[in-house]
């Protein structure tokens, strides 16, 4: 509390708050200031005479938010101390402040313990669906499937405590994140059991659909797009094309998409492809009010009394029996009825939707209906009007390269580039890649090129620098192209195309300082040795029809790259060295001083000077400004003076030669013969200093 002096003023402070909003207005000021202390001690003093439950959940709510869990519960138990009731948002409070860090280990407990309290007789509030949400959140982020189950079963079938849209899409999507995190290789798991491993999730999901649809049609759920693209992403972990299939089958269903492609399967027992890594089990003969232990974690049926039945628990091992095993009734879950009931509100279809979609038709294989469905949704003057993303864009490029249509990709770009959607951003580097890539995939045809080209210059009006891997696969395209050999000018009108974005790359290089990191500098570098042998190409198939200033050109700018190449790649392989000498230096603790580069080449000169006039002084060895005349009239005139000068004499092994020319050390006199050109005799050795 502090001392009696803030003690009072806090005391004058509150004569003003004793209204609950008041309090709540003043308690979330002090908190945005950081002033947790004060708000508290206020809180505190109010409790005495002012019900200010809703300021003590802004202070819990304030402690979750900065991950203070202990400090948050401890406010909450004196909150209870202080005579003021927790209602329904304390709670919701306290359990989204636990899904925020489900990382901790004390989080998913705390969560259980809260929400199984909240069960007691002597509980003021019971609790709702928000509650079941928020604590099957903290299950889910978790990772832990069995409390999951555990909580879900308690879920009764009909009132304000019943399961809605957000529970089955918290619980669908829980099997797809612990399945995705289950199918990574363990060192004790086989492929097999990772299959058996999705088809159980797959199951799981079919059934909890089979539950979903006729309450949707009585009326009693609203299904929205999350709910079913959190199903439609469960099903693309399978491994079947029937549950690929069922996709398309499950947005007729819901969303009144009709379907591009007729359906292939309409009973369990039809064949499936023969690369499927499984087959659908045929339909059991069990009756169908029968029901086992699988069948109580996902239909969760009511026991005697009227309350829900608890989830088995889950192991770590699985085997073919854990999979429930396809019937009639789930093969045919998906199926659209012929007519909507008139209650029943269908969802709306968006971005996401389009995504699944297009993944599904992928999956299947069949490009011709991914086209059809997106040309369906995305026209503006068609029922749904859905405005594509920027991984919307992407994806619809993948179905265009796969396909080899290289003139939709280019009149997509163009598009993206133009009206609205110029505004919006969503060109990126990856988006040039998908593009061009779809070009060098079409390369059979001379189209190609010019469609490439075209992606090119946009890039250049589009990005602050040209993306490297696309001006590579640009490269690779003009060298390759079908028909190119044929006929260079398309292939020398993309070099004049290329050009500019070298520039730009080598303007990045060259003067970026060290914004440009080296593996960037090694692609650019590379880039260009391809550019060279590009601008080869051209010229070997141009051959004497490429002449003029075209030639000139080439020849030209082929010089120029292959010399910058030349020069950056050489830099490149010296830096590695200047590291290993600079590691090499502080790993034997050398002192890293270095005088400044003017002072080093000085010091460089004084000592070779000094080395020139001691040699000179010695009369070991002398070298001459030249190997003409006039550097062998110089060497007698310094012998000369030698020999007056009495300086020491040197050993009586040190012998000279002496030219016609020159007069050089003994070592070097068959080099100097060899280099002459007759011109040069043999002559006797002699002293200079001899008597």
């Known amino acids: 509390m502090g001392t009696m002096g803030q003690k009072g003023r806090l005391e004058k402070e509150l004569v003003w708050l004793q209204d609950p909003l008041k309090l709540a207005e003043n308690t979330i000021g002090l ?24 300021s003590w959940n802004h202070l819990i709510d304030y402690e979750m938010s900065k991950g203070s869990i202990q400090k948050a519960i401890k406010i909450y138990n004196e909150m209870k101390k202080r005579a003021q009731q927790p209602d329904a948002q304390t709670y ?42 928020t604590v099957l959140k903290v299950c889910a982020l978790a990772r832990d499937m069995d409390a999951l189950w555990g909580v ?12 809605n849209n957000l529970t089955f899409t918290i619980i669908l999507n829980a099997l797809r994140a612990t399945t995705w995190v289950d199918d990574q290789p363990l060192p004790d798991e086989q492929e097999e059991e990772r299959n058996l491993r999705r088809q159980r999730a797959v199951m799981q999901g079919r059934r909890l659909w089979e539950e979903i649809i006729p309450r949707w049609r009585a009326g009693d759920i609203w299904i929205d797009e999350e709910l079913v693209c959190s199903m439609g992403r469960l099903l693309l972990l399978g491994s079947t094309q029937r549950d690929y299939e069922d996709i398309l089958s499950l947005a007729e269903q819901v969303m009144a998409i009709p379907r591009q492609l007729p359906p292939r399967f309409r009973n369990p027992e039809e064949s499936r492809d023969a690369n499927d890594a499984s087959a659908v089990a045929p339909e059991t003969a069990k009756a169908e009010g029968s029901t086992s232990q699988r069948d109580l974690v996902y239909k969760w049926p009511p026991s005697e009394n009227g ?33 909507t009931p008139p209650n029943v509100s269908l969802a709306r279809p968006g ?22 469905y997106w040309g369906l949704l995305t026209s503006p003057t068609g029922p749904y009007n ?57 390369k059979n045809s001379i189209a190609s090129v010019a469609q490439a080209q075209r992606m090119v210059e946009i890039m250049y009006r589009t990005l602050e620098y040209p993306d490297t891997p696309s001006l590579e696969m640009f490269t690779i395209l003009l060298t390759s192209a079908r028909g190119i050999r044929t006929d260079y000018r398309p292939a020398l009108a993309g070099l004049r195309v290329l050009e500019q974005g070298m520039l730009l790359l080598k303007n990045m290089v060259s003067f970026g300082l060290g914004a440009v990191p080296p593996e960037t500098k090694k692609e650019v570098v590379e880039l260009a040795r391809r550019v060279v042998a590009a601008y080869d190409f051209v010229l ?84 001459g400004p030249n190997f003409g005349r006039q550097g062998a009239a110089d060497g007698i005139r310094k012998l000369n003076h030698l020999a ?17 020319h020159r007069r050089r050390p003994e070592g070097v006199r068959g080099a100097l013969r060899s280099r002459t050109k007759g011109a040069m005799r043999r002559h006797e050795e002699f002293d200079f200093y001899g008597d």
């Open 92 to 133: 919701t409070i306290l359990l989204r402040g636990l899904s925020w860090h489900p990382h901790l280990q004390e989080s998913l407990p705390r969560a259980l313990k809260i929400y199984h309290s909240m069960f007691a007789a002597n509980c003021p509030v019971k609790p709702n669906i928000i509650h079941t949400n």
């Open 386 to 442: 859905i405005t594509p993303d920027g991984e919307n864009y992407h994806q619809y490029l993948r179905l265009l390269r796969v396909q080899r249509a290289s003139t939709l990709a280019a009149d997509l770009i163009t598009d993206m580039h133009s009206g609205e959607l110029k505004s919006q951003n969503i060109l990126q580097y990856k988006t040039f890649r998908i593009a061009i890539s779809c070009c060098v995939r079409n």
């Open 351 to 372: 971005r996401n939707t389009l995504s699944l979609i297009l993944q599904a038709c992928v999956s299947l294989r069949v490009m011709p209906a991914a086209q059809k």
């Open 540 to 623: 070997d198939v141009g051959g004497d029809n490429l002449a003029g200033p075209d030639r000139t050109w080439c020849m030209q700018t082929k010089k120029m790259w292959s010399a910058w190449a030349q020069k950056w790649r050489l830099i490149g392989n010296a830096a590695p060295r200047m590291a290993n000498t600079r590691r090499r230096r502080d790993e034997e603790g050398e002192a890293d001083v270095r005088p400044d580069r003017g002072g080093r080449e000085m010091k460089k000169k004084e000592e070779q000077q000094q080395q020139q006039q001691l040699d000179d002084d010695q009369g070991t060895r002398w070298e």
């Open 307 to 339: 309350e829900k039945t608890s989830a088995p628990q889950e192991s770590n091992t699985i085997s073919p029996s854990d999979v429930p095993e396809m019937t009639h009734a789930l093969a045919n879950v998906f199926q659209p009825e012929k007519s």
């Open 152 to 163: 879900a079963a308690k879920l009764p079938t009909r009132g304000t405590g019943a399961s």
């Open 644 to 660: 007056r000068s009495r300086r020491p004499q040197p050993a009586k092994d040190s012998s000279w030669v002496v030219g016609k």
């Open 31 to 54: 908190l945005k200031e950081n002033k947790s202390e004060k708000a508290i001690d206020i809180v505190r003093m109010a409790s005495k005479n002012v019900p200010c439950s809703v």
